[in-house]
Protein backbone atom coordinates (compact mmCIF):
# COMPACT_ATOMS: atom_id res chain seq x y z
CA UNK A 1 0.00 0.00 0.00
CA UNK A 2 1.08 3.25 -0.86
CA UNK A 3 1.93 6.05 1.97
CA UNK A 4 -1.08 7.85 2.82
CA UNK A 5 0.58 11.32 2.56
CA UNK A 6 3.46 12.44 -0.36
CA UNK A 7 6.90 12.52 0.76
CA UNK A 8 7.94 16.27 1.41
CA UNK A 9 10.82 18.00 1.42
CA UNK A 10 12.87 17.29 4.42
CA UNK A 11 14.82 20.17 6.15
CA UNK A 12 16.12 20.06 10.16
CA UNK A 13 13.65 21.48 12.24
CA UNK A 14 13.41 22.84 15.89
CA UNK A 15 9.90 22.53 18.43
CA UNK A 16 8.02 22.21 14.93
CA UNK A 17 4.24 21.03 16.05
CA UNK A 18 2.45 21.88 13.31
CA UNK A 19 -0.49 24.38 13.87
CA UNK A 20 -2.95 24.91 10.77
CA UNK A 21 -4.19 22.54 8.74
CA UNK A 22 -3.96 21.82 4.51
CA UNK A 23 -6.38 20.26 2.39
CA UNK A 24 -4.71 17.68 -0.02
CA UNK A 25 -6.20 15.06 -3.01
CA UNK A 26 -8.76 12.47 -1.60
CA UNK A 27 -11.16 15.33 -0.12
CA UNK A 28 -9.91 14.62 3.24
CA UNK A 29 -8.36 17.27 5.63
CA UNK A 30 -4.60 16.12 5.59
CA UNK A 31 -2.14 17.63 7.96
CA UNK A 32 1.50 17.71 8.90
CA UNK A 33 3.68 15.05 8.50
CA UNK A 34 5.66 13.00 11.51
CA UNK A 35 8.96 12.69 8.83
CA UNK A 36 9.14 16.39 8.77
CA UNK A 37 10.28 17.04 12.96
CA UNK A 38 14.17 14.82 11.75
CA UNK A 39 15.82 16.00 8.63
CA UNK A 40 15.72 13.27 5.52
CA UNK A 41 18.96 11.52 5.80
CA UNK A 42 18.08 10.36 8.94
CA UNK A 43 14.67 9.30 8.59
CA UNK A 44 15.89 7.51 5.75
CA UNK A 45 18.24 5.86 7.93
CA UNK A 46 15.91 5.08 10.77
CA UNK A 47 13.36 3.23 7.20
CA UNK A 48 16.01 1.82 6.40
CA UNK A 49 16.78 -0.01 10.10
CA UNK A 50 13.09 -0.98 9.66
CA UNK A 51 13.64 -2.72 6.41
CA UNK A 52 16.71 -4.60 7.92
CA UNK A 53 15.74 -5.63 10.83
CA UNK A 54 11.91 -5.42 11.05
CA UNK A 55 11.88 -6.80 7.75
CA UNK A 56 9.40 -4.01 6.76
CA UNK A 57 8.85 -3.57 2.90
CA UNK A 58 9.77 0.11 2.37
CA UNK A 59 6.81 1.72 1.68
CA UNK A 60 5.22 0.05 5.16
CA UNK A 61 8.51 1.19 6.80
CA UNK A 62 8.25 4.69 6.26
CA UNK A 63 4.14 4.98 7.31
CA UNK A 64 5.76 3.43 10.62
CA UNK A 65 8.64 5.54 11.06
CA UNK A 66 6.28 8.72 10.04
CA UNK A 67 3.83 7.84 12.39
CA UNK A 68 6.27 7.16 15.50
CA UNK A 69 7.75 10.45 14.84
CA UNK A 70 4.28 12.02 15.14
CA UNK A 71 3.41 9.81 18.45
CA UNK A 72 6.84 11.02 19.73
CA UNK A 73 6.11 14.49 19.28
CA UNK A 74 2.48 13.96 20.99
CA UNK A 75 4.43 12.28 23.96
CA UNK A 76 6.52 15.44 24.24
CA UNK A 77 3.78 17.84 24.29
CA UNK A 78 1.43 16.00 26.34
CA UNK A 79 2.67 14.28 29.68
CA UNK A 80 -0.71 15.36 31.01
CA UNK A 81 -2.18 12.23 29.23
CA UNK A 82 -0.71 8.78 29.10
CA UNK A 83 -0.55 8.11 25.60
CA UNK A 84 0.25 4.65 23.91
CA UNK A 85 1.72 3.66 20.26
CA UNK A 86 -0.08 0.61 18.64
CA UNK A 87 1.65 -2.86 17.96
CA UNK A 88 2.66 -1.25 14.56
CA UNK A 89 3.95 1.88 15.32
CA UNK A 90 6.11 0.67 17.89
CA UNK A 91 8.88 -0.84 16.43
CA UNK A 92 9.34 3.05 15.16
CA UNK A 93 10.18 4.26 17.96
CA UNK A 94 12.64 1.30 18.78
CA UNK A 95 13.66 2.25 16.01
CA UNK A 96 14.63 6.02 17.02
CA UNK A 97 15.74 5.13 20.51
CA UNK A 98 18.48 2.35 19.22
CA UNK A 99 19.82 5.42 17.19
CA UNK A 100 20.34 6.71 20.55
CA UNK A 101 22.66 9.96 19.90
CA UNK A 102 20.32 11.02 17.51
CA UNK A 103 17.20 10.14 19.93
CA UNK A 104 18.66 11.79 22.70
CA UNK A 105 19.05 15.05 20.98
CA UNK A 106 15.90 15.03 19.43
CA UNK A 107 14.02 14.66 22.64
CA UNK A 108 16.52 17.73 24.20
CA UNK A 109 15.17 19.39 21.39
CA UNK A 110 11.73 19.06 20.92
CA UNK A 111 10.56 17.64 23.97
CA UNK A 112 13.08 19.66 26.94
CA UNK A 113 13.94 15.73 27.73
CA UNK A 114 14.53 12.37 27.17
CA UNK A 115 11.22 10.40 26.15
CA UNK A 116 11.77 7.05 28.30
CA UNK A 117 10.41 4.04 26.87
CA UNK A 118 8.06 1.97 29.25
CA UNK A 119 6.71 -1.05 28.26
CA UNK A 120 3.81 -2.33 29.71
CA UNK A 121 3.04 -6.01 30.31
CA UNK A 122 -0.22 -7.07 28.38
CA UNK A 123 -2.72 -4.80 27.87
CA UNK A 124 -2.29 -1.82 30.39
CA UNK A 125 -2.20 1.19 28.11
CA UNK A 126 -2.46 -0.19 24.44
CA UNK A 127 -6.17 -1.01 24.67
CA UNK A 128 -8.38 0.66 22.34
CA UNK A 129 -9.02 3.53 24.93
CA UNK A 130 -5.79 4.42 24.85
CA UNK A 131 -5.06 4.30 21.27
CA UNK A 132 -8.01 6.53 20.40
CA UNK A 133 -6.95 9.01 22.82
CA UNK A 134 -3.21 8.65 21.03
CA UNK A 135 -5.36 8.97 17.62
CA UNK A 136 -6.96 11.94 19.04
CA UNK A 137 -4.52 13.76 20.67
CA UNK A 138 -1.96 13.49 17.47
CA UNK A 139 -4.77 14.88 15.02
CA UNK A 140 -5.19 17.68 17.37
CA UNK A 141 -1.93 18.40 17.00
CA UNK A 142 -2.79 18.85 13.53
CA UNK A 143 -0.55 15.47 12.21
CA UNK A 144 -2.05 13.41 9.61
CA UNK A 145 -2.83 9.62 11.09
CA UNK A 146 -2.55 6.64 9.16
CA UNK A 147 -5.60 5.31 10.93
CA UNK A 148 -4.22 1.41 9.45
CA UNK A 149 -1.44 1.58 11.38
CA UNK A 150 -3.51 2.46 14.42
CA UNK A 151 -6.07 -0.31 14.44
CA UNK A 152 -8.22 2.59 14.15
CA UNK A 153 -9.46 2.35 10.47
CA UNK A 154 -13.49 2.23 9.16
CA UNK A 155 -12.86 -1.28 8.27
CA UNK A 156 -12.29 -2.03 12.06
CA UNK A 157 -15.31 -4.22 13.74
CA UNK A 158 -15.23 -4.14 17.19
CA UNK A 159 -14.06 -5.87 19.69
CA UNK A 160 -11.66 -8.21 17.31
CA UNK A 161 -9.69 -4.70 16.49
CA UNK A 162 -10.12 -1.55 18.53
CA UNK A 163 -6.45 0.20 18.42
CA UNK A 164 -4.88 -3.70 19.29
CA UNK A 165 -7.21 -4.57 21.83
CA UNK A 166 -10.57 -4.61 22.99
CA UNK A 167 -12.75 -2.15 23.09
CA UNK A 168 -13.39 -0.09 25.93
Known sequence: MAPLVAPQQHTPRQHVLPQEHTRREYGVQRH?????????????????????EDRMERP??????????????MTARRGDVPLSPS????????????????????????????IHHHPYKGQQLRDGGAIRRTVEAIEEAGFAVDHELWGTAAECNPPTCCGDGPCR
Open 32 to 52: AVGRSLVDGELFDRLVSFLEH
Open 60 to 73: LAERVMDQALAFLA
Open 87 to 114: KTVDPGWHAFILHSREYADWCRRNAGRF
